[in-house]
């Protein structure tokens, strides 16, 4: 299933001054129409004490995820657990998916979205499916889908506080109703009822008619402003406002908007901070339910937080393997043991078994004993001819592995399925995870020469070329890999690389390659970060020097120094620096015969994440993540994200990138300034302007210095590949089951009139028709197209379908890549939540609160349709027992003597009851000392509902006083960073 449709693209301009205004000049004519994107839109708008959509998701999910360490860890837990590159990289994903609601075609003019012209009822539906998304998805542990549709959730929450009236009619709480049903709604006003009156000024007080800010319950309407033309805005009702919204000059004139604290933006900026205080609150109380619904353990693993590195096993199964399963089996074993005594949990598991033609089933799981059970049990049997389906393994590793994940392949023979790899091109670059080979084959010997013991387990029906493997080397050094080719007796000696890969906060400090047979020099910098320093190098070395920082040197290869340790294995040298490690420079000095790889990894808490970014002139001023790669000799910004810091790296200091080429030469140099007005003791937030792309590709290394004044270097190994197409999926619909479903996506051409062709894959079989699909596209324009899956009616609830693109110039060697996450969910979900009453409260308590008690018989019941599932008492210090239900006689003798001993006390673990959907009694008795009490409760959809309840005497007092939740928002410590931040960009570009 394909559509078609062609449009003129903005093309770039090689003068970097001249773009850079430019690109501000568009904004001044560009309509922005919600809290700002992120950091950048703050420039662009000259809105400097702005709150972001970047900063209110970034700080609640650090605020939540800081609170649920101390519950469960201690006060000082996060002291003690170091929030790292995993971490901010699980919160770089909700950050743009919160983003992209602005930048993508397909939402950022559609007012559903934004809770923009009197919409409110379709927002409403579209928040709760992405509340219903997001619980599916961390209960089916695909974290990236539950990601994405979180960052969805928060940008239409966050709209809401900016763009309705309910901050000016006097609100000082959260309006529940818009996640949770049985909470009271305020109607939405008509649309023949005018709601503003005319302002003609560029801040518009007062402005909103008397009952659209009225605080009498009874009387209150909700509104919110027209953007723009479409839907057309009726006469009297107000705009969303600002000089770059076309509907302010039609009645009634004004605006309503809260987006910033410009008045040329936002009307109502004299409202921003208290619009932002509540779209944080907001924030935060969905991130708080989603982590008593999903439990702490969930919340904490979905945003990759006390997570050890992955293991995952790619692993040929064949007769010809015993020795590398034995070896991976070995290594597995020796993890696990080292993790056993760690803080934290063990991380996750997982293996990939293949041959030909059976590929998987995947084995995942969190618990170590598991995985070795399931290892012990694996076993090479049969034989198989030449070559295998191994590039369908390496593409279910990858899909189902976390972000920046080591992937180790344990194989013998050549892939099968070489049609695959671009799809694992773009997974592995995507999710920034490693691919490293390990084969016990050598590519240089004929099949003749092949030792007898694997020509008689492996049949081979044609003579195979020596290259055969090549794909496997250009895989492992786009991904920052390695390729090792070594023999049946060293494959346990060299698997060490699993476990020096696996270490956590393992860093790199150098990663380089080489094919020419002459001397290479090679340099490194250790900073006082920086412990236990590895250095890797395949290939067949007949030299190599190692050089201290003081200039001493030692030849590896025939002296036993004092400088290093060195280990040399068929195709690995595995070297260690000794203790203690000076800080400084170092220098490899090597000679090879043939392609040598050199990577050096290390142990140090910093590190950095990185993305490149285009200002965006559409609709939201602010900066767009380039997805894929980027274009070559285009203007670009490099956003890096500084991680694992704490205030033992006080002086840390970072000043430049290097793009490195693909043997460690320097391309370009990028000067880095800070991006964030806002205090963060864990991570610090650079941007870098890049005058034009190289056409290389290349690496990316961050320098700066430690407190010592010591040079600190990270390199992110992964080649970038800068290309003159682009792809970009523009919609990530759910999947029904049983239900077709079109993703529409874009081809832009940045080069000359050419023929593409575009390769549709994904891993699940459920795609209409992969490609190749050709399409002609001429210079400078845009091509419009969609792929249909068919989603099968046994689809599971929850699962994530992984969609890649790629794209293919006929005439060149440009290519790029999309990958898009799809989430299964039921036709008909239940999103009500359970409901409980207060049907009795006794006594009212007398002022010596010791010497009385008060209680309260309770009612609970589900009006979905999917039964009580758990309670669990979250606050007070009294008791809940709950009382059997009226068909007790029809359960089991087990759930009946539990219902017999049903006492809820804070504390307790969530107590199941049976999916009934009978309503269910209980009754809460608790000291007057304690006079108010929370009790939650699930249906076996995911939905809970917070009871709240209280003695008689507490909700008297509760109703003489106004309601207010929320604990204040964190004001930006200074804007003197952002506007030198533009003071150095202008002077950089000129």
């Not at 518009?204 to 839907?231: D, E, M």
């Not at 010596?848 to 008060?854: G, V």
Request: with cysteine.
């Amino acid at each position: 299933m394909m559509s078609q449709r062609r449009k003129r693209v903005w093309t770039y301009d090689d003068g970097g001054v001249h773009w850079f205004v430019l690109a501000y000049l568009l904004f001044l004519v560009s309509p922005c129409t919600c809290f700002l994107p992120n950091f950048w839109s703050r420039v662009l708008t000259l809105s400097w004490d702005s709150y972001t959509h970047q900063y209110i998701t970034e700080q609640a999910i650090l605020n939540i995820t800081l609170e649920t360490l101390r519950q469960h860890h201690g006060p000082h837990a996060e002291e003690e657990i170091r929030l790292g590159r995993a971490f901010w990289r699980a919160v770089g994903e909700v950050v743009h998916s919160n983003a992209e609601m602005d930048f993508l075609s397909s939402t950022r003019s559609d007012p559903v979205y934004h809770f923009d012209s009197e919409r409110v009822d379709s927002s409403v539906a579209m928040l709760r499916k992405f509340w219903a998304h997001t619980l599916l998805s961390v209960r089916a542990s695909e974290h990236q889908s539950a990601r994405h549709s979180l960052g969805q959730l928060f940008h239409s929450l966050q709209d809401f506080y900016s763009h309705s009236n309910w901050v000016e009619m006097g609100q000082r709480s959260i309006y529940l109703h818009l996640l949770q049903p049985d909470e009271p709604a305020i109607p939405v006003a008509e649309g023949d009822t005018p709601t503003c009156m005319e302002c003609f000024s560029i801040t518009c007080r007062n402005n909103l008619l008397p009952r659209l800010t009225s605080g009498q319950k009874q009387s209150q309407l909700l509104t919110t402003g027209y953007f723009s033309t479409f839907p057309p805005k009726p006469e009297g009702k107000c705009s969303h406002g600002g000089m770059l919204d076309s509907s302010r000059s039609m009645g009634a004139k004004g605006g309503i908007n809260k987006d910033s604290t410009s008045p040329l933006f936002s009307p109502h900026h004299f409202l921003h901070v208290e619009a932002a205080t509540l779209a944080s609150e907001a924030t935060l109380t969905v991130l708080r339910d989603l982590r008593d619904t999903v439990g702490h353990k969930s919340f904490l693993r979905l945003f990759s937080v006390m997570q050890a590195p992955s293991l995952v096993f790619v692993m040929d199964t064949t007769g010809s393997m015993f020795e590398e399963i034995t070896a991976a089996r070995l290594r597995a074993h020796s993890i696990i043991q080292k993790r056993a005594n760690l803080p934290g949990q063990s991380g996750s598991f997982l293996l990939v078994p293949f041959h030909d033609p059976e590929v998987g089933p995947v084995y995942e799981t969190g618990d170590p004993n598991q995985f070795m059970e399931h290892m012990e049990n694996l076993m090479a049997l049969g034989g198989g001819d030449e070559p295998e389906m191994c590039f369908t393994a390496i593409q279910l590793a990858l899909t189902h592995s976390p972000p920046l994940s080591e992937i180790f392949v344990f194989t013998d023979a050549s892939p099968k399925d070489a049609h695959l790899f671009d799809v694992l091109k773009a997974l592995a670059l995507t999710k920034q995870s490693k691919v490293t080979f390990l084969l016990t084959e050598d590519p240089n010997y004929s099949t003749e020469r092949i030792t007898r013991r694997k020509s008689e387990r492996r049949k081979r029906r044609v003579p195979l070329p020596p290259d055969r493997f090549s794909l496997y080397t250009t895989l492992s050094s786009l991904s920052g890999g390695l390729t090792i080719f070594t023999s049946n007796s060293d494959i346990h000696s060299v698997s060490s690389i699993v476990e020096d890969n696996t270490a956590a906060e393992k860093v790199t400090l150098l990663h380089a390659e080489a094919d020419q047979e002459q001397k290479s020099f090679h340099s490194f910098r250790v900073d006082s970060s920086v412990k236990d320093v590895t250095v890797h190098i395949t290939g067949l070395l007949s030299q190599c020097v190692l050089v201290g920082p003081s200039g001493q040197t030692q030849s590896l290869l025939s002296d036993k120094g004092s400088l290093a340790t060195l280990e040399a294995f068929s195709g690995l040298y595995r070297v260690r620096l000794l203790s203690p490690i000076q800080p400084g420079q170092w220098k490899l000095e090597a000679t090879a015969e043939g392609h040598v790889a050199f990577s050096i990894i290390a142990e140090s808490s910093v590190d950095f994440l990185y993305y490149f970014a285009t200002v965006t002139n559409e609709t939201h001023p602010g900066l767009a993540r380039v997805e894929g790669s980027p274009v070559a000799g285009a203007p670009t910004f490099l956003v890096l994200a500084v991680t694992g810091l704490s205030p033992h790296h006080e002086g840390v200091s970072f000043s430049h990138v290097t793009l490195l080429g693909t043997e460690g030469e320097s391309l370009k140099k990028v000067l880095l300034n800070s991006s964030s007005t806002y205090s963060n003791p864990t991570t610090e937030d650079l941007i870098g302007w890049v005058d034009f792309i190289p056409r290389a590709p290349f690496s990316v290394r961050l320098t700066g210095r430690d407190g010592g004044g010591n040079k600190l270097e990270r390199v992110a190994t992964e080649l970038v590949q800068p290309t003159y197409v682009q792809i970009q999926i523009l919609s990530t619909p759910p999947l029904v089951p049983g239900h077709s479903t079109t993703v529409e996506f874009t081809i832009l051409n940045h080069g000359p009139d050419r023929l593409f062709s575009m390769m549709a894959e994904d891993d699940s079989g459920y795609l209409h028709t992969k490609g190749p699909h050709r399409f002609y596209v001429s210079a400078h324009n845009i091509f419009h197209s969609q792929v249909g899956l068919n989603t099968p009616s046994t689809a599971k609830d929850g699962a994530t379908v992984t969609l890649t693109l790629s794209v293919q110039a006929l005439d060149s060697t440009d290519t790029n890549y999309a990958v898009a996450y799809l989430t299964v969910v039921p036709p008909e979900r239940d999103m009500s939540p359970p409901v409980c009453s207060a049907t009795r409260v006794s006594s009212l308590c007398p002022p010596i609160c010791n010497e009385s008690t008060w209680s309260v018989s309770l009612a609970l019941s589900d009006n979905g349709r999917s039964g009580l599932a758990a309670l669990q008492l979250r606050q007070g210090q009294g008791t809940l027992t709950l009382l059997p239900p009226l068909e007790v006689d029809k359960l089991d003798e087990d759930h009946r003597n539990r219902y017999a001993e049903a006492t809820l006390v804070k504390g307790d673990p969530p107590f199941n009851v049976s999916e009934s959907l009978e309503p269910l009694w209980a009754n809460y008795t608790s000291s007057c000392c304690s006079v108010s009490a929370e009790l939650l409760v699930w249906d076996t959809a995911g939905n809970m509902k917070r009871c709240h309840f209280a003695s008689a005497q507490q909700r008297q007092l509760s109703n003489t006083r106004t309601e207010y939740s929320g604990g204040g928002f964190l004001k930006p410590i200074t804007t003197f960073s952002l506007l030198v931040l533009l003071i150095l960009c202008f002077e950089q570009l000129s």
